[in-house]
């Protein structure tokens, strides 16, 4: 749960199907770029849990069609006194061997398809390069807010993977985003991420950057902190990292 929220609010993970249909509905068409990607999570989080019957399995099969057909480029055809030659490069973009071994990982762990996983990982570790913050405690994060569902909504209004609440940082999602944003996975990871560089700066140490994420910072105990970063320390054994047993 991102500042500004309780650690004692429990996400609500058994939301109907109908409930977030709907929301998946109204935001993968207000994606370019993630709307696959989600499609290809939240198909694991509902087929691979046996909650799609007959009748909606066909719809989502057709919202796949539809999506599938939105992100496809229309090129218009070049005039016939002129040929025109276009060069394609493809951008060669891959996880680190230990965050392919965490994708593994979590891939087992939470039924979660790798292909889908793969790029959610790659924005971690590209959003923690650039604030300078460890992928795998930003991977953390994922585990224990959504548990990789992108499409989670807590019900103070966290969304997504990273469980972000909107109106508390509409600065760092933009004013032009639709309410629906924070569904586009990558940019949750993006925008989840500066929150914890956000904490960092104020607070000055990791574990009470975790307390500001949580909503928690009069914990004591930093329960919640605590509970991350042994996610992390999870994560970390995962990838084949030796621990330097920093926090």
Known sequence: MCSGHSTEDTMNHATSFERVWRSASASLFRMAHGSLLALGLVAVVFIGSGRLDGEQATSFNALVSEANAAET????????????????????????????????????????????????????????????????????????????????????????????????????????????????????????????????????SMKSALQYYGGALSDPAAAYARKVMAMQQRLTTAAGRKSDGAA
């Open 73 to 204: 480029p229309v090129v218009a055809a070049a005039p016939a006194a002129k040929k025109v030659s276009v060069k394609v490069v493809e951008e060669d973009v891959t996880l680190s061997r230990e965050m392919a071994r965490v994708r593994d990982w979590v891939s087992r762990r939470y039924k979660v398809s790798t292909v889908a996983l793969e790029p959610v990982l790659l924005a971690a570790e590209e959003s923690g390069r650039h604030v300078g913050i460890d992928p795998l405690l930003i991977v953390a994060v994922m585990a224990i807010e959504s548990s990789f569902n992108p499409f989670a909504e807590s019900s103070m209004g966290a969304q997504g993977l990273m469980q972000v609440i909107p109106r508390f940082h509409m600065d760092k999602i933009g004013d032009e985003r639709g309410e629906d944003a924070l569904f586009d996975p990558e940019l949750n990871v993006r925008v989840g991420t500066l929150v914890l560089q956000e904490g960092l700066r104020r607070y000055g």
